[in-house]
């Protein structure tokens, strides 16, 4: 296991994974797929956004949430939502802890988002979401500022 743990559910938007690819190959973090995916990660889109990278990426394809609970039982899962009101500034993060994205165009399912690890990155009122790479990039950076690189 990671410092720092990245995990994308069911992420839909090729881009957005090359994206964040490349951001956990330059923070160390290990990067975690869950469920079924909005595109083949030989898609172009993918290999295009996350450069070179690739073959650096600590990557794990998982088929659900409950086997990643399995394969971790012991860790902390943390779950970004719009829909919490606890910020993501108010977690002390440790090492080994997973942060849970859910895909663009819906977000995490509702049996996360009630969890009392769900948190959010607070934005202005009546505004949907931030981007998910540029969402996966403030979290991690805020993990890395509480324990290091």
Avoid at 56 to 79: C, G, Q, T, W
Wanted: proline letters at 4%; hydrophobic letters at 40%; one cysteine or more.
């Amino acid at each position: 296991m990671s410092r720092i743990n990245v995990v994308l559910y069911e992420p839909e938007i090729p881009a957005n994974t090359g994206n964040i690819a490349r951001l956990c190959v330059c923070t160390g973090a290990s990067l975690y797929l869950v469920g079924k995916l909005g595109f083949a990660l030989t898609d172009k889109y993918v290999k295009r956004s996350g450069m070179d990278y690739w073959d650096n990426v600590d990557l794990h394809k998982v088929v659900s949430m409950a086997e990643m609970y399995k394969m971790f039982p012991e860790a902390r899962f943390f779950y970004l939502t719009t829909k919490s009101k606890k910020k993501y500034t108010d977690i002390k993060f440790q090492e080994g802890d997973f942060l849970v994205f859910g895909p663009e165009s819906r977000g995490l399912p509702q049996e996360y988002v009630t969890k009392d690890t769900a948190i959010t990155l607070p934005m202005v009122e009546g505004q949907r979401s931030l981007n998910l790479s540029n969402s996966v990039a403030i979290t991690v950076y805020e993990v890395i500022r509480q324990i290091g690189l």
